[in-house]
């Protein structure tokens, strides 16, 4: 019995670890067939304060922290190159029209059903640099009507 023990710590410490900032509602856009980039959505609340600084997932080649806002009358986006503020406390929502993670130069289409992994590195305040392995299920929004007529069939709860 005794040696389970310092198994049982690592893994009260690695929960420890993740207490900082938690994620919940995360999302992927699924895409169609030649789309190259989609957006990961999710609401991320920092316990302590920190910035969203970097992200990557399998599915893509390249992933980045955008936003997106009215520029004049046109739709801009762009990079968060220093990455993107969580006040703490605070929940910041990653929403289609506002922040977002960029997932470009996709490796295959998403359908709904499917689930990305998507990682996210928070910066604490005190620099400590935070690792969160999500896992997150594609949604058909906003898609073609063939591409919602196939979405019917597999519904699920969302
Ligand atoms: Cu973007």
């Given at each position: 019995?005794?040696?389970?023990?310092?198994?049982?710590?690592?893994?009260?410490?690695?929960?420890?670890?993740?207490?900082?900032?938690?994620?919940?509602?995360?999302?992927?856009?699924?895409?169609?067939?030649?789309?190259?980039?989609?957006?990961?959505?999710?609401?991320?609340?920092?316990?302590?304060?920190?910035?969203?600084?970097?992200?990557?997932?399998?599915?893509?080649?390249?992933?980045?922290?955008?936003?997106?806002?009215?520029?004049?009358?046109?739709?801009?986006?762009?990079?968060?190159?220093?990455?993107?503020?969580?006040?703490?406390?605070?929940?910041v929502e990653?929403?289609?029209?506002?922040?977002?993670?960029m997932l470009?130069?996709?490796?295959?289409?998403?359908?709904?059903?499917?689930?990305?992994?998507?990682?996210?590195?928070?910066?604490?305040?005190?620099?400590?640099?935070?690792?969160?392995?999500?896992?997150?299920?594609?949604?058909?929004?906003?898609?073609?009507?063939?591409?919602?007529?196939?979405?019917?069939?597999?519904?699920?709860?969302?």
């Open positions: 019995m005794k040696q389970l023990i310092p198994v049982l710590t690592l893994a009260l410490a690695a929960l420890g670890a993740h207490a900082q900032t938690t994620v919940k509602d995360g999302w992927v856009r699924g895409t169609v067939p030649q789309q190259k980039a989609t957006g990961a959505f999710a609401q991320i609340t920092s316990a302590q304060g920190g910035r969203l600084v970097s992200a990557a997932s399998p599915v893509a080649g390249v992933v980045e922290i955008h936003e997106m806002r009215m520029s004049g009358s046109t739709m801009q986006m762009r990079a968060l190159t220093d990455g993107l503020e969580l006040p703490a406390g605070k929940t990653l929403k289609p029209g506002g922040y977002h993670v470009m130069d996709l490796k295959q289409p998403l359908k709904a059903g499917d689930t990305v992994p998507l990682t996210l590195v928070v910066e604490g305040a005190d620099k400590k640099r935070e690792t969160l392995q999500l896992q997150l299920p594609v949604k058909a929004l906003g898609g073609m009507p063939q591409q919602q007529q196939q979405q019917q069939g597999q519904h699920k709860g969302h």
